[in-house]
């Protein structure tokens, strides 16, 4: 089944310091990968995407994620964390619908907390 | 970006009843997608609704249980029939937008059954 992974619920970490947000994936064929944040009481907001090109992505907010076919990970980093990056993180992937379309699935989400 | 307006934001709702939740965008969209998350859980599809044919339902979600409309490229319904208080959830719309690898959501209806 094709599907996304997210290991942690909630990954910690201080400010000012790298923070790194895993996501793992199943898919069949070349993987359209995203992430993507929600803030409290906001709604869902696109951060970045993997599509072809480089491994190494760049997003809003000073976010990059990294794609690596081998391990068939889409980890989501940042060198430098902010208490304004706290907030909920998910990995989706794009998958072929039995209708013949394109859907969107989601992983279980990661909550990050950055600490002051 | 797309401009999505979703309505209501929230309701609450007697059990047996149905609540239909509308979605607007400010473009004309080929792709809709309806989902629903827990608090802070996350999204799991409920539908698509691609206009011009018949909604595509996910594994553990019918058409008499959540009907869906699509009347044009704009606009689309979902309603939650005969709830229960297992239906309270927050439900979103989101769109992706021409070859622009993306989704779009909208703000999100947060329902709740007593």
């Known amino acids: 089944a094709q599907s996304v992974a997210q290991p942690e619920d909630q990954v910690n970490v201080a400010e000012g310091n790298p923070l790194t947000v895993k996501c793992t994936y199943s898919v069949s064929g070349n993987p359209y990968l995203f992430w993507y944040v929600q803030y409290p009481n906001r709604g869902l907001q696109f951060l970045l995407k993997y599509i072809t090109g480089d491994n190494l992505v760049k997003g809003s907010y000073g976010f990059e994620a990294e794609f690596n076919k081998s391990q068939t990970s889409f980890h989501l980093k940042k060198p430098s964390a902010l208490v304004s990056d706290s907030a909920l993180y998910f990995c989706?992937?794009?998958?072929?619908?039995?209708?013949?379309?394109?859907?969107?699935?989601f992983g279980t989400g990661t909550r990050l907390k950055v600490l002051a | 970006s797309a401009v999505i307006s979703q309505k209501p934001s929230r309701d609450i709702c007697q059990r047996g009843t149905s609540l239909t939740i509308q979605c607007q965008v400010d473009s004309q969209v080929t792709m809709m997608f309806w989902y629903r998350q827990q608090p802070g859980q996350s999204l799991t599809l409920i539908a698509t609704?691609?206009?011009?044919?018949?909604?595509?339902?996910e594994s553990g979600f019918v058409i008499d249980k959540f009907p869906i409309s699509r009347p044009n490229l704009t606009f689309s319904t979902l309603t939650v029939s005969n709830m229960s208080p297992e239906d309270s959830s927050i439900y979103l719309c989101s769109v992706r937008r021409g070859g622009d690898e993306k989704l779009f959501f909208g703000s999100g209806t947060q329902l709740s059954v007593l």
């Open positions: 609704a691609n206009q011009g044919s018949e909604a595509t339902y």
């Open positions: 989706a992937v794009r998958v072929i619908a039995t209708s013949g379309t394109y859907k969107y699935i």
